[in-house]
């Protein structure tokens, strides 16, 4: 960051009121080679902080080195919309969402969606084929439905596998999967989508237990860790289990789930309208 300043023009700081704000950045300053450590919370969010970093505690702002295992420390409970954010077409963040829940990105020539569900194979379709030279091919041999993105004159790559490609997904493993970095930069109604698309193939809602939970199981660590993070978009707060599933809990982070994460019309749906007609 000291070497490409340019990189960065602002970053969220803290107000004396302990609101986030956007602010620019007057400079990068030096300050020699130090020990950096990782600090993990009970929910699973980290950070990678020097020793003399302050945070700010229930006893007030202390420094990393002074702070004892199992004290607790602020974090934010919402994340602040980017001032400037992307315009990506809708139909591709579909696509998106539901390949990074239930795609296979590692064909040589293309890319498969797999769903049990003819609403999502019905819904994935509309997505797909909107991409220029691009086809869904249905194959229902086995008992996930596989949707094969097939290109309409060989001759012509396929829209929907060059964007693919571009954003550096091709190939990658259920392990390997990740938000692209233009991710960050949606407005919360574009993000909604994108993330509602997860939930549709790999999520969960859960009424079974006593107290019910809403769940995204993934095999991906970086999909985990980015789902967190990008929840708090919306003020929904959860917690990592085992690095690979973010649980939420809580009536209040139920209803901003139904509120700002559109699911279709699904069982997922009746249940969680369910878990919230209970209160």
Same mark, same amino acid.
């Given at each position: 960051?000291?070497?490409?300043? &340019?990189?960065?023009?602002?970053? *969220?700081?803290?107000?004396?009121?302990? &609101?986030?704000?956007?602010? =620019?950045?007057?400079?990068?300053?030096?300050?020699?080679? !130090? =020990? *950096?450590?990782? *600090? /993990?919370? $009970? @929910?699973?969010? $980290? #950070? $990678? +902080? +020097? @020793?003399?970093?302050p945070f700010l505690t229930s006893s007030g702002w202390k420094k990393l080195e002074d702070i004892i295992l199992g004290e607790k420390i602020a974090v934010p409970r919402v994340l602040p919309a980017p001032q400037k954010p992307i315009?990506? =077409?809708?139909?591709?963040l579909g696509l998106l969402g539901y390949l990074l829940a239930e795609g296979n990105l590692c064909h040589p020539s293309s890319f498969y969606f797999y769903s049990k569900s003819a609403e999502e194979i019905r819904d994935y379709l509309r997505f797909l084929e909107l991409f220029k030279n691009t086809s869904g091919k249905i194959d229902k041999s086995k008992t996930a439905v596989a949707v094969y993105a097939k290109r309409l004159n060989p001759k012509i790559p396929s829209e929907a596998v060059k964007w693919i490609e571009s954003l550096g997904l091709k190939y990658k493993k259920a392990k390997e999967k990740f938000f692209p970095d233009f991710v960050y930069q949606l407005k919360n109604e574009d993000l909604a989508l994108l993330i509602g698309k997860m939930f549709q193939g790999d999520?969960? #809602?859960? /009424?079974? %237990?006593?107290? =019910?939970? /809403?769940f995204y199981a993934t095999s991906s660590a970086f999909l985990a860790r980015g789902l967190q993070h990008l929840l708090l978009r919306f003020g929904i707060i959860s917690y990592k289990v085992n690095q690979d599933r973010v649980m939420i809990n809580g009536i209040n982070n139920f %209803?901003?789930? @139904?509120?700002? #994460?559109?699911? %279709? !019309?699904s069982d997922? #749906?009746? %249940?969680l309208n369910n878990i919230l007609n209970r209160t």
């Open positions: 960051l000291y070497e490409k300043k &340019k990189r960065m023009t602002a970053a *969220v700081s803290i107000e004396d009121n302990l &609101k986030l704000k956007n602010y =620019p950045i007057a400079d990068v300053i030096y300050n020699g080679k !130090k =020990p *950096v450590y990782l *600090v /993990i919370t $009970k @929910s699973g969010r $980290k #950070i $990678k +902080t +020097t @020793s003399n970093h315009n990506i =077409p809708y139909y591709k999520g969960c #809602i859960s /009424i079974k %237990r006593q107290d =019910p939970q /809403i %209803r901003l789930f @139904s509120e700002e #994460i559109k699911l %279709r !019309k997922k #749906i009746l %249940r």
